[in-house]
């Protein structure tokens, strides 16, 4: 419940959308060629005769609810429900995709999902990047038809400069409605135990403090 809390109160700074600028194969390839001497993890980028490129993009998963996978697929802290488990990603995990330039941010959502064996709708999911400019983060939501192959190659290699986030589609209030009834019940589950750990640890913590209040009421008030 404490990192579903975190991660809806984070308030994102939007920034216009840059125009898409048409590059001419010749400008594509000079770009090509500038990108990979600027590799350094050995993801190049390849031209192919047709004019379409290929290559890589990075994406880190900034998921806060848990994601419904086939239990036989699952790790982790999870919940079951039949043939179906619910259960929270890592922080900060990094999926490398390969795309070609005509897949779109929909395609690279829909491959993500199917990469990690997710069995939630790809319409709860969106796209983000996240830009450094001027010593300042931007992040903004990539509309379904934009082309992340195309915003690596203008950006260049440094994930500095441009990365990828996948996130649940909002990130404000949860759109509750758009879930399963198995869906909610999981969820149901695994917050009554987050629930039941965060009370545990906080019994725990005010007995300690208790023992400590009764060992200095003990140390002054000593019988006469």
């Known amino acids: 419940m404490l990192k579903l809390l975190s991660l809806l109160l984070l308030k994102d700074v939007q920034k216009e959308r840059e125009p898409h600028v048409y590059l001419s194969k010749e400008e594509v390839k ?6 990979n001497s600027s590799v350094t993890d050995k ?3 390849t031209l ?40 929270y ?34 319409a709860k999911f969106a796209l983000y990047k996240r830009c450094h400019k001027e010593d300042q983060v931007y992040t903004c939501k990539l509309s379904d038809q934009e082309h992340p192959l195309y915003l690596r190659l203008v950006a260049g290699p440094r994930t500095e400069m441009l990365s990828f986030v996948l996130r649940e589609h909002e990130t404000g209030e949860v759109m509750w409605e758009a879930f399963s009834i198995p869906e909610l019940q999981n969820f149901l589950r695994i917050l009554d135990k987050e629930e039941n750990e965060q009370l545990q640890i906080l019994k725990k913590r005010y007995a300690a403090y208790r023992d400590k209040l009764e060992e200095a009421l003990g140390g002054v008030w000593k019988p006469g």
């Open 30 to 35: 000079e770009k090509i060629q500038s990108y």
């Open 43 to 45: 993801l190049k980028m």
């Open 48 to 87: 192919n005769a047709n004019g379409i490129y290929t290559g890589f993009i990075k994406v880190q998963m900034e998921l806060c609810r848990p994601i419904t996978v086939q239990s036989s697929q699952s790790q982790g802290r999870c919940a079951h429900s039949n043939n179906e488990t619910a259960f």
């Open 89 to 122: 990603l890592p922080d900060g995990c990094v999926n490398t995709l390969h795309i070609s330039s005509t897949n779109t941010v929909r395609e690279v959502i829909e491959a993500l999902l199917k990469k990690f064996f997710v069995a939630d709708n790809p």
